[in-house]
């Protein structure tokens, strides 16, 4: 299995900062995504963060407001960019298993919790 | 990729056994079923995959029909830490693994 921390695990921030929030996985990965879970709600996809190349945006998401970065096989960051009150939500980083465990299986880190004001 | 129906909330009672029934009409022939467990303040962990028949694990089984139209999560003996979100996904082989997820099912145990 992998381990997956988030920071930071909550916010609270103010409309039209930005806020990073980073993903640390213990084992070398090659897909790792990104979901938004908003209150109540089931999740959704944001991205996949590819290593050595742009990340894949899903649609109704954008680059310019959920940058996201991927420096190695353990690491990436995504940045919610210009916040407003409707960012507000808990934002999670994944890993793909299905490789090690030949399963469609992700494991998710615990979760950023955001709250824009 | 296939769409997922559940049931949105599902009441029981410890020690008593509990299915939930998922449809996805629209399954393709390299398409896997899929179940996620997500606890409140936590992300969602895979609980059971499979592609027809039955599958067991320690957790669940999994129940696939031969046409693959649906398929039925059971949990043996349900507990109060059952209590949680369970989701139905169909997840593509040719898809990069990517998860949609769907409405989920919010099962309550109680005493």
């Known amino acids: 299995s992998a381990v997956i921390s988030q920071k930071p695990s909550r916010d609270i921030c103010q409309r039209g900062t930005s806020l990073t929030i980073q993903c640390q996985v213990d084992s070398q990965v090659t897909m790792m995504f990104w979901y938004r879970q908003q209150p109540g709600q089931s999740l959704t996809l944001i991205a996949t963060?590819?290593?050595?190349?742009?990340?894949?945006?899903e649609s109704g998401f954008v680059i310019d407001k959920f940058p996201i970065s991927r420096p190695n096989l353990t690491f990436s960051t995504l940045t919610v960019s210009n916040m407003s009150p409707e960012d507000s939500s808990i934002y999670l980083c994944s890993v793909d298993w299905s490789g090690t465990s030949g399963r469609g299986e992700q494991f998710f880190g615990p979760g950023t919790r955001l709250t824009v004001l | 990729l296939a769409k997922t129906t559940q049931p949105i909330s599902m009441d029981s009672y410890e020690g008593q056994e509990v299915n939930i029934t998922c449809s996805h009409n629209n399954i393709a022939t390299n398409d896997y079923i899929t179940w996620y467990q997500q606890f409140p303040s936590q992300g969602p962990r895979f609980i059971i995959q499979g592609y027809k028949t039955k599958v067991t694990n320690e957790v669940a089984s999994l129940f696939i029909p031969a046409d693959r139209k649906s398929s039925t999560l059971s949990l043996p003996r349900v507990s109060l830490s059952d209590t949680a979100v369970y989701y139905c996904?169909?997840?593509?082989?040719?898809?990069?693994?990517?998860?949609?997820f769907g409405t989920g099912t919010q099962l309550k145990v109680e005493l």
């Open positions: 996904l169909v997840v593509s082989t040719g898809g990069g693994n990517k998860l949609t």
């Open positions: 963060a590819n290593q050595g190349s742009e990340a894949t945006y």
